[in-house]
């Protein structure tokens, strides 16, 4: 049984810069791909970024492609979501997010384990 516990949000203006951190511990790290989706007030979860399992490619959603980084640091078990130029509309509970195959996907229902969240806030 994985576990995920993020932190990192906050409330930040707008053009401001946040990191999210993942960290996983209860199964094998290296190899599992992983992901960090978003829920607005109202609104489906959905995909902001995910990264192999093996050969650290990553992938982005259209609206955070190059303003948001994925990496992870297999010796420390940690996932992290670098944000920058951050607007409103980024304003969402993140949820990070494992699957136990190395290949990522951008479906909500293709990862098997699921942090609890934490909210990113961003002002005008």
């Known amino acids: 049984q994985e576990k995920l516990v993020e932190s990192g949000g906050g409330l930040v203006q707008a053009g401001g810069s946040l990191r999210l951190s993942c960290a996983a511990s209860?199964?094998?790290?290296?190899?599992?791909?992983m992901g960090w989706f978003r829920q607005a007030p109202a609104k489906g979860r959905e995909f902001v970024a995910a990264?192999?399992?093996?050969?650290?490619?990553?992938y982005y959603a259209d609206s955070v492609k190059g303003r948001f980084t994925i990496s992870r640091d297999n010796a420390k078990n940690i996932m992290y979501l670098q944000m920058n130029s951050l607007k409103p509309e980024d304003t969402a509970v993140y949820y990070c997010?494992?699957?136990?195959?190395?290949?990522?996907?951008?479906?909500?229902?293709?990862?098997?384990?699921w942090g609890q969240g934490t909210q990113v806030t961003v002002s005008a």
């Open positions: 209860g199964r094998t790290f290296t190899g599992v791909a």
């Open positions: 997010a494992s699957r136990s195959m190395g290949y990522f996907d951008t479906r909500a229902n293709a990862y098997d384990y």
């Open positions: 990264i192999h399992g093996n050969n650290g490619n990553t």
